[in-house]
């Protein structure tokens, strides 16, 4: 699993180091059997590679983090802006420089790869001789522009001074640019925070989900809620998809394949695929296959013929009365509805796409008039929101 965004392989480095005065002692070949198993298992995740084809130096300039690389490069392709894949890492170069050139560790690199591909996702990036110029040209042009952007919410967070304080401290003209007015934290982000009471946590969620929650699992909820939130309602619909094998997990079963599935010492599935049927009018198929010697059919919806969708209403461009999605992602929150008083800055929605969160703000004061976003929703860019009035 080593090189390109990974560290050199250990094979690697005992053979450089054998002869020498840091001599491992350790042979090639009693670590190639272990070589050879992960290089299998490679294939499998072979569609989730960062598209590198060898080691390459640019991380030097970009300084985009191995481990987030092989993330930012699938969140810039949700987006739509694969084909701007080299403007995002430059990008990433250059907002470096517009923050402060700060220490690249999570959740920092996070917030520069967001602005970075936001940067790119509006136009903003202005590229010239050097990475200086290139930082001076695109911060003037952002400030420019800012008035009319909702920027990602990791971004809005770092200048309010969630993360900490760089250590050459924030650009102010910037700060004062995306923060329009919100609130700036004085001291440490944690000052203040209420105790959290771990076990009232794992007794809510006990009552929520009617089963008991390991004390991981309840620091997990406490550090990412939405997030656990989601993978315990998909345990709760589908079980403990982590006793399948890697490829019927990600690929599924070829009729005629027959896995075993043990879900718990001394009780075993035997699971083969028989045939699948073609496709109703619905979309769905029957898939038949043999569970412990019995035939099962089943009726399952085949997600591979869903029509690709152009979304729905369109916001009109240049008209004040009409917020617009700024970016293709799904509605996670709706802080308003229909009829409520907005003042300008307002919360309204808040869009994510690939861990990339944007809260869309009121352009202007006004009355919602009509609201078209609902939670859950997916929607592309420009796709009406809401109206204000």
Known sequence: MAGLTSQPSLNALIAALRGGPHDTGVKNKDLQSLADYWEAVREYYGPFECGLKSGTAEVYYHEIPGGQYSNLRPQVASLGLLDRWNDVKHAFAVVNQLVGDIPKVTPSSKMVGDFAT?????????????????????????????????????????????????????PEDLRKAVL??????????????????????????????????????????????????????????FGDVSILDTPSYFYGLEPGREVWVELEEGKTLVIRLDAVSEPAEDGSRTVYFTLNGQARPMTVVDRSLAKETEGGRKAEVGNPDQVGAPMPGKVIAVAVKAGDDVKEGDALVTLEAMKMETIVRAPRAGKIAELVASAGRAVHARDLLLVIA
């Open 118 to 170: 936001f940067v790119v996702q509006n136009d903003l990036l202005v590229m010239q001789d050097s990475l200086a110029a290139s930082a001076e040209a695109t911060r003037r042009k952002v400030l420019e522009n800012a008035h009319r952007l909702d920027f990602p919410v990791s971004v809005v967070q770092y200048f309010q001074g969630h993360l900490g304080h760089p250590p050459g401290g924030f």
């Open 180 to 237: 329009k007015g919100l609130p700036i934290l004085s001291g440490n982000p944690s000052d203040g925070f209420p105790p959290l009471d771990l076990d009232k946590l794992g007794e809510t969620l006990q009552k929520r989900f009617n089963r008991p929650f390991a004390p991981h699992e309840v620091v997990s909820h406490a550090l990412y809620p939405r997030v656990m939130d989601e993978f315990f309602r998909f345990r709760d619909r």
